[in-house]
Nanobody, 123 residues
C-alpha cells in the first residue's frame, strides 16, 4: 500500500487546514484509517481514526470539537479537517492504514504509514 499525504502548510493560530491522504494498493474501503502526528522531540501521537465505512470516529481529547476525520471510499482518500488551529498542533502529520491500538504496549500500530505532511501553526 502506498499512502500519499498532502495539505500541510503554515497557518496562523485560529486558522484552518485540510489534510488529505490517498491510498493505493489494497481495498481501501475494507480498512480503518487514521491520522497521527509527531512534534519535534516528542513521540508520535494518535490524533483520530475512522472505521472502514466512515460511521465511527475517535479523537484525542485535545482536538475534539476542532478536527474532523472523514473519508471518501470512492476516491480512496481520508481527510482531516483542522479548524481553530493552535501552535501546539504544530507537527508532522502522518496517515495510517489499518491502525490498531495495543493494550499491551499502549501504542498504536498500523499496516502502513504515510510519509507525513508538515503543519506549522504560528502564534
Amino acid at each position: 500500500v502506498q499512502l500519499q499525504a498532502s495539505g500541510g502548510g503554515l497557518v496562523q493560530a485560529g486558522g484552518s487546514l485540510r489534510l488529505s491522504c490517498g491510498a493505493s494498493g489494497r481495498t481501501f474501503s475494507s480498512y480503518g484509517m487514521g491520522w497521527f502526528r509527531q512534534a519535534p522531540g516528542k513521540e508520535r501521537e494518535f490524533v483520530a481514526t475512522i472505521n472502514s465505512g466512515g460511521g465511527s470516529t475517535n479523537y484525542v481529547d485535545s482536538v475534539k470539537g476542532r478536527f474532523t476525520i472523514s473519508r471518501d471510499n470512492a476516491k480512496n482518500t481520508v481527510y482531516l479537517q483542522m479548524n481553530s488551529l493552535k501552535p501546539e498542533d504544530t507537527a508532522v502529520y502522518h496517515c495510517a492504514f489499518n491502525p490498531r491500538y495495543s493494550r499491551i504496549t499502549g501504542n498504536y500500530g498500523a499496516d502502513y504509514w504515510g510519509q507525513g505532511t508538515q503543519v506549522t501553526v504560528s502564534s
